[in-house]
């Protein structure tokens, strides 16, 4: 399933950028546009299918971002996000 | 507070030094330099406070600690992990531990499980907590200990990059992990660290540090 590990892996990375706004590691100055284009990243891969859980939280993470939730809020969504990709496998 | 002064030819033979007086094991104190030459290292080590009480409640005065401790031990009953949430004392933010028996399915992949963990305890304290305060959550010391590692692995690559002149690029790691790194080469005259690459694979560059200029 190698379009399923591209998307977890671009959605790791959308959780990693949240978390180091979170985390504050004082070396990056990270922008909600930035999380966003990793966001839509994820949202362009067509091996999410349309109606899917994964595809509807990384929705509500980019709503959340664009409406300047905390980013604590935004990984969680994310976090949902990749375990809905884990249960998708799990259904295949 | 317990410390205690090791001296050696290395670092680590100081941190020994210091650890086999103070009685303690590395993972549980804590380590600064205070001076470090060709022939001799001098370190402080302090043991870090753990003194939280056996029932692992949080000290009266602090109604967030608490809301926070109990919130996660429901969270944990609910996930069927049993394990026990003390709050640690003396420390801005609040963080909380988490103890028991094979928690490694806690901590997840890279402290990925344990890092969406205390996500939601965040989300779900944010009522509770003041703008920009947060909770951290760690289990068995998981995040304390990479902090500690990490330290230590900026200390020697400070050493190098005073040896030899030439920058280090450390491994990709977190944002807790670089700050960790970053905040143990601050006060370092000679040598500074900056990060280079994106998220995920975001890494540190110990490199020595430009003067200033005029």
């Known amino acids: 399933m190698p379009g399923d590990r591209a998307a977890a892996l671009r959605i790791r990375k959308a959780i990693a950028l949240v978390n180091a706004v979170a985390d504050g590691a004082g070396d990056e100055d990270l922008t909600p546009t930035e999380i966003a284009e990793a966001i839509r990243d994820c949202l362009e891969l067509r091996e999410i299918e349309q109606g899917s859980n994964v595809r509807k939280y990384l929705g509500e993470a980019l709503d959340a971002t664009s409406d300047g939730m905390p980013a604590d809020f935004v990984a969680m969504t994310l976090y949902a996000a990749l375990g809905a990709l884990g249960e998708s496998w799990s259904e295949d | ?214």
């Open chain 2, 1 to 214: 507070m317990r410390s205690a002064e090791g001296r050696g030819r290395t670092l680590d033979e100081a941190v020994d030094a210091a650890l086999i007086e103070l009685g303690e094991s590395r993972r549980n104190v804590d380590v600064r330099v205070i001076s470090e030459g060709p022939d001799e290292t001098l370190v402080e080590v302090v043991v870090i406070d753990q003194a939280t009480g056996p029932s692992g409640a949080a000290s009266p005065t602090n109604g967030k600690a608490e809301a926070a401790r109990a919130l996660v031990e429901g969270l944990l009953k609910h996930m069927g992990v049993r394990a026990q949430v003390t709050v640690r004392t003396g420390t801005d933010p609040i963080t909380l531990d988490i103890s028991g028996r094979d928690l490694g399915g806690l901590i997840g992949w890279r402290g990925e499980t344990l890092r969406a963990l205390q996500s939601v305890t965040n989300v779900m304290l944010g009522r509770n907590l003041a703008e920009g305060e947060r909770v951290i959550v760690d289990v068995e010391r998981y995040r304390q200990r990479r902090e500690h590692t990490v330290r230590e692995i900026a200390l020697r690559a400070a050493r190098q990059v005073k040896m030899t002149g030439d920058a280090i690029t450390l491994d990709a790691m977190q944002a807790f992990e670089r700050r960790a790194i970053h905040l143990a080469l601050q006060d370092d005259p000679d040598v500074g660290s900056s990060s280079i690459g994106e998220e995920p694979d975001r890494r540190v560059v110990v490199g020595p540090r430009k003067p200033a200029s005029t």
